[in-house]
T-cell receptor, first 114, second 113 residues
């Protein structure tokens, strides 16, 4: 089954404790992206990757890092999480680099930073 | 980014058609119109997209106005599983760079049994 998976699905952590949210897709997609969703603000893009070893900032990259060492994986790293990073996070992938096709979204990771 | 305007909420009855409107008066010639939906506690799900012509797929139809300043997502027979927030999004062709979807607030569709 074609899918985007994220782990963990729920995470409660404390300020400053480094964490990684994993994202994996099994569709051989080149494009992958991370979004965060907050009430009243909609989904906002954090980082994206056009292919292996090619990543760039989205609209809200501060406090986050990403890497793309393999085509299927695109982990999101919070080196020193803060309470304002409490949010619902979605990973997405797409076969298309340009804006003519669909993006597949993962099920989400709900992160709480205390 | 070009802006879209959607009603905050709409209500429908099960097995009836639903027409979800979207205004995008500042759309440019190369902007695609996408529709995604988000069911409770799930990630967004692609529904349909188009450029100029009306489009049909197994989930829905997309009717695009001739001047492209508005579009309508049509669910032909609503089911309870169609209850979700529906997002109308314009994707801007910036020559092969970032493929970003800018989600607005969307329309919350309620389907009554």
């Amino acid at each position: 089954e074609a899918q985007v998976t994220q782990n963990p699905r729920y995470l409660i952590t404390v300020t400053g404790k480094k964490l990684t949210v994993t994202c994996s897709q099994n569709m051989n997609h080149e494009y992958m992206s991370w979004y965060r969703q907050d009430p009243g603000l909609g989904l906002r893009q954090i980082y994206y990757s056009m292919n292996v070893e090619v990543t760039d900032k989205g609209d809200v990259p501060e406090g986050y890092k990403v890497s793309r060492k393999e085509k299927r994986n695109f982990p999101l790293i919070l080196e020193s999480p803060s309470p304002n990073q409490t949010s619902l996070y979605f990973c997405a992938s797409s076969r298309y680099r340009r804006l003519t096709g669909e993006q597949y979204f993962g099920p989400g990771t709900r992160l709480t930073v205390t | 980014d070009a802006k879209t305007t959607q009603p905050n909420s709409m209500e429908s009855n099960e097995e009836e058609p639903v027409h979800l409107p979207c205004n995008h008066s500042t759309i440019s010639g190369t902007d695609y119109i996408h529709w995604y939906r988000q069911l409770p506690s799930q990630g967004p799900e692609y529904v349909i997209h188009g450029l100029t012509s009306n489009v049909n797929n197994r989930m829905a139809s997309l009717a695009i106005a001739e001047d492209r300043k508005s579009s309508t997502l049509i669910l032909h027979r609503a089911t309870l599983r169609d209850a979700a927030v529906y997002y109308c999004i314009l994707s801007i062709d910036s020559g092969g760079s970032n493929y970003k979807l800018t989600f607005g607030k969307g329309t919350l569709l309620t389907v009554n049994p």
